[in-house]
């Protein structure tokens, strides 16, 4: 492998393995086998598991951005735009046919790690905040196409927005109850963004 495909090879694996398992108890020997890179491999790369968690979530987001950008395209209205995250959320974090609710392995990576692991911290604030501007957009729409009520303070909606969905997904994990949380969360959603109520389920997403 050229040394693009190894970096790459590791990115890929950790993300596989974190998401299957959880940061702490992945280890940079099961990294390597799994990726069949050696240990010297991995250190050319990467100084540390930490280093490499942290530009695996880059890894990820770059990934994922792509999604983001089509389930808030200007193409469509901002309540459509709406209904498209959360018919998103509704899909790939809720798998019916295992009963089961993944949450998101990088933020619970982030409480299993130490204070003195800051670059970890650092790169899941950077992702987080990233997720919140995409929420921020959507509530600017929204408040400008008449969506909301008059009151709402649109940088707390879109922390709330993203606080939220990661808290559900925890909560539903926790429960393994698919139902409650696909019950709960456009609701809770429309509440916290401050939607009017006429427009709540009003829209299909695309």
């Not at 010297?40 to 950008?69: I, M, N, P, R």
Request: charge should be negative.
């Amino acid at each position: 492998m050229s040394a693009i495909e190894t970096r790459e090879r590791l990115l890929s694996t950790a993300l596989e393995l974190i998401w299957q398992s959880n940061y702490s108890s992945v280890g940079v020997n099961e990294i390597c086998k799994q990726a069949g890179v050696t240990k010297g491999g991995f250190y050319h790369h990467f100084e540390s598991k930490a280093q490499l968690f942290c530009e695996a979530t880059d890894y990820y987001w770059k990934s994922v951005k792509k999604d983001f950008d089509a389930l808030f395209s200007p193409s469509n209205s901002s309540l459509e735009q709406l209904e498209n995250v959360l018919a998103f959320i509704l899909r790939t974090k809720l798998d019916e046919e295992n009963d089961d609710i993944p949450g998101c392995a990088f933020f619970s990576a982030g409480t299993q790690c130490g204070n003195n692991e800051e670059k970890i911290q650092e790169a899941l604030r950077e992702m987080s905040n990233a997720s919140v501007r995409y929420n921020l957009s959507l509530v600017r729409a929204l408040a400008g196409d008449g969506y909301l009520e008059d009151n709402v303070d649109h940088e707390r909606a879109a922390r709330y927005m993203h606080q939220y969905i990661q808290g559900v997904l925890i909560y539903g994990k926790v429960h393994r109850n698919l139902p409650l949380v696909r019950d709960d969360l456009p609701e809770a959603v429309y509440r916290l963004l401050g939607l009017k109520r006429e427009y709540w389920f009003s829209a299909k997403p695309t």
